[in-house]
């Protein structure tokens, strides 16, 4: 059977970078979800674009293949003109950033018709096309949105206005680059559904992430790459279910799966939090929640991004004050967060080791020390954040938490940012720590999957109030509420 | 930082220069820069003088490369006194009192609206002409600039979430201002004052060239543009080195501060 789009030992290099992919072969069939995975640095996006015409763009990159053939015709010497033509009508790249994507002093109909506009389309036949990809891209009463901006969006239906424009052009061919990664679980899996419903419809799709669970969920094919070679290729079902590589391998176990290893065994009550409410205007962020920590144990909050949970967050650690209700700290024990942006706070001049010395309280562990506590390397010490992976980052925000030693640490969202294999360290060595330290735990995310695997107990949020909490395993098996359940479809077949 | 580049280099090496005819004159141009030799009067450049002679003989490269302390110097100066003061009005702004802040932001949105130059005119008007009013009158018609800029850098790093994780941990403000607002505020006006330097030392020039700078004998490059401007036809060069020495100095200035600000 042949494929839309044929690759054959696609080599990409780029100027200052080296050899980024090399030697990758596929095809994209109509009909199919072609699923490319792998970790941050593996090269997926430099393949999605090289497909496209993009990377060809730079002067400096060196694109070679023995195929690289568009529908029979081969793309291997195209110009800049011939990609172009190809990209206004037959393919498509959907992104990662909705937000960034889309230019927020245009409408939705001009985003959505710059394709139509680009190729003259008549404008009495725009308008129906418009409104079609946008009702195809799964945003119903289309024809309201036409006249809204991006910023007047939600996330969700951010990505959704920017694959309209990606099929708005009848484009037979989408890239989807990490499509799903900013939006909530399950926005995540409705965008994923329509994905699949393009390919139901004929299209070939071209879906690039590090999220497995995303490509168990809609690829029929998938490729596995690592430092940009396809080490592993096949039906997605077997290389899921029997792995070969011990790549592949390595990404299937990293992905949060099953309940907590260690329950704890809590010991005090060390902070309460009692009809916690909290304002901004009208809108009421947190309504009424009320909490208690352990000692030792982890509790998980969990729920859409606008739940709240960031707020509740800060109104623990005293960063904000509650409009009603108290937050009690017993035996006076010192809270840390863990913010969910750690670039923005870190100190851009300052070095890992100013950072971690200008933490410290006491006589606790060096700098070094706290370092090697969250495993990283001692060579670190001198680096500035801006030059650190995103893992190593979090790893650095976490090693400024225990500077203090801290007895409570409040997590916000902090695995969230991190491909699935660096989410695994991260998930381990707080898991480690507590079980040292006997630290208690606020862990939120936005993941059910991975707050399973941490938490002993879970409060799942909804519009600023708290709608269900237990033990984690009991409201994983007996869930009260719609959103939980809808939360627990989100995270995952298991 | 990456490797500096031609163009910077070049600049670095210029600015190098300027320094050296700033602090130390005699060693590039030995001679007198207010020699008088009337037999020798608009000569053309030659070996005995390189970039030639004005009306009274004296040399026009001598003449620049003392000139640099007075039109670089008061460059500097006049960049010191508007920073300095744009600093304080900044942080006090950024910082202080929101009814403060709204007073004085309307003053400097008020001035900064006013072309420099014409402020300093406004200045040099009610002070008096001369050197030191002249780096009066462009440090106080720059300082609204300065102060727009680093009041913006203050509210954007007192705002940060590194200020505010920093609180988190109970740092006090006091702490937390030495540690993080202040250097993070006044670091990227390095590369504004590098710039702001090439730029005041054009003004301070323009100041001199309408006779309200440096008085006429003193070697200036602004005050020699106008002494030459009258025998533009007849000796070219009495006008065109300075005006080079005055393009020369902003451009590196401007090429260093454009990579500073890159980091």
Not at chain 1, 265 to 294: K, N, W
Not at chain 2, 133 to 138: K, N, W
Request: glycine share 10%; with cysteine.
């Amino acid at each position: 059977m042949n494929g839309l789009l044929e690759v054959r030992e696609l080599s990409v290099s780029l100027a200052g970078a080296g050899e980024v992919v090399s030697r990758v072969s596929l095809d994209a069939r109509a009909g199919q979800v072609h699923g490319i995975v792998g970790e941050s640095g593996a090269g997926k996006s430099v393949l999605a674009r090289t497909l496209l015409g993009l990377t060809q763009q730079d002067p400096r990159a060196r694109v070679t293949a023995v195929e690289l053939a568009f529908d029979g015709r081969d793309m291997r010497r195209a110009g800049q003109r011939a990609w172009r033509a190809l990209r206004g009508s037959e393919s498509s790249l959907v992104l990662q950033d909705a937000l960034q994507s889309l230019d927020p002093l245009r409408t939705v109909q001009a985003e959505v018709g710059e394709t139509l506009a680009v190729r003259r389309t008549p404008r009495s036949e725009r308008r129906t096309r418009i409104l079609d990809a946008l009702a195809r891209a799964g945003l119903a009463d289309a024809a309201s949105l036409l006249r809204h901006r991006s910023g007047e969006l939600s996330g969700g239906m951010r990505q959704r206005v920017l694959i309209a424009s990606a099929i708005v052009g009848g484009a037979r061919l989408i890239v989807a680059d990490e499509p799903t990664t900013a939006l909530d679980a399950t926005v995540a899996v409705r965008v994923l559904e329509l994905l699949r419903s393009l390919a139901a419809d004929g299209a070939a799709v071209i879906f690039i992430t590090h999220d497995l669970d995303a490509v168990r969920r809609i690829a029929d094919r998938v490729t596995v790459l690592e430092s940009g070679r396809a080490v592993e290729q096949g039906p997605a079902e077997q290389v899921l279910r029997a792995p070969a590589h011990p790549t592949t391998r390595a990404l299937l176990a990293a992905v949060p799966d099953g309940p907590k290893q260690e329950p704890a065994s809590p010991g005090d009550v060390v902070l309460t939090a009692e009809h916690l409410t909290r304002r901004y205007g009208s809108a009421l962020a947190v309504d009424d929640a009320s909490l208690t920590l352990r000692a030792g144990e982890t509790l998980g909050v969990v729920g859409e991004s606008g739940s709240g949970k960031s707020t509740l967050a800060r109104l623990l650690i005293g960063a904000e004050r509650p409009d009603e209700g108290a937050t009690c700290l017993l035996g006076d024990p010192t809270v840390r967060l863990v913010p969910q942006d750690p670039l923005g706070s870190f100190d851009p001049r300052h070095t890992v080791r100013r950072i971690l010395d200008l933490s410290r309280r006491g006589t606790g562990p060096t700098s070094g020390e706290l370092l090697a506590q969250v495993g990283l390397d001692a060579a670190l010490l001198d680096r500035r954040p801006a030059r650190l992976s995103g893992g190593q980052r979090q790893r650095v925000a976490i090693a400024r938490a225990l500077a203090a030693d801290p007895h409570v640490l409040v997590l916000d969202e902090p695995v969230s940012a991190l491909d699935v294999t660096t989410q695994a360290g991260i998930l381990e060595l707080l898991a480690g720590l507590q079980h040292r330290d006997r630290l208690a735990m606020v862990f939120i995310s936005h993941d059910l999957a991975v707050v399973r695997r941490v938490a002993d107990r879970v409060a799942v949020m909804q519009a600023g109030r708290i709608v269900e909490t237990g033990l984690t395993e009991q409201v994983y098996a007996a869930p009260d509420q719609q959103v939980t359940r809808e939360l627990i479809a989100a995270s995952g077949p298991r | 930082m990456r490797s500096p580049g031609v163009s910077a280099s070049v600049a670095a090496g210029a600015v190098v220069l300027i320094l050296v005819a700033v602090c130390a004159p005699a060693l590039l141009a030995p001679g007198d820069p207010l020699a008088v030799s009337p037999t020798e009067g608009f000569l053309a450049p030659s070996l005995a003088h390189p970039l030639g002679t004005d009306e009274s003989g004296r040399g026009i490269y001598t003449r620049i490369v003392h000139g640099a302390r007075a039109s670089a110097g008061i460059g500097v100066a006049a960049t010191a006194i508007g920073v300095g003061l744009g600093i304080i009005i900044g942080f006090v702004c950024g910082l202080g009192p929101r009814a403060v802040d709204a007073a004085l932001t309307r003053v400097v949105e008020v001035l900064y609206a006013l072309p420099t130059l014409v402020m300093a005119l406004l200045f040099v008007a009610v002070i008096g002409p001369g050197p030191t009013s002249s780096i009066l009158a462009i440090g106080l018609a720059t300082a609204p600039g300065y102060a727009r800029m680093v009041r913006t850098r203050v509210r954007q790093v007192a705002r940060s979430d590194y200020v505010a994780y920093a609180q988190h941990e109970g740092v006090t403000s006091t702490a937390a201002f030495g540690r993080h607002v202040l250097p993070n505020t006044l670091w990227p006006l390095v590369a504004m004052i590098t710039l702001g330097i090439g730029q005041a030392i054009v003004w301070v020039s323009a100041l001199s060239f309408l006779g309200l700078g440096a008085e006429p004998p003193s070697p200036e490059w602004g005050s020699m543009l106008n002494a030459g401007r009258v025998y533009l036809s007849s000796a070219w060069w009495m006008t065109l080195f300075p005006g080079l020495a005055i393009i020369a100095t902003a451009i590196a200035l401007t090429i260093l501060g454009r990579r500073l600000s890159k980091g």
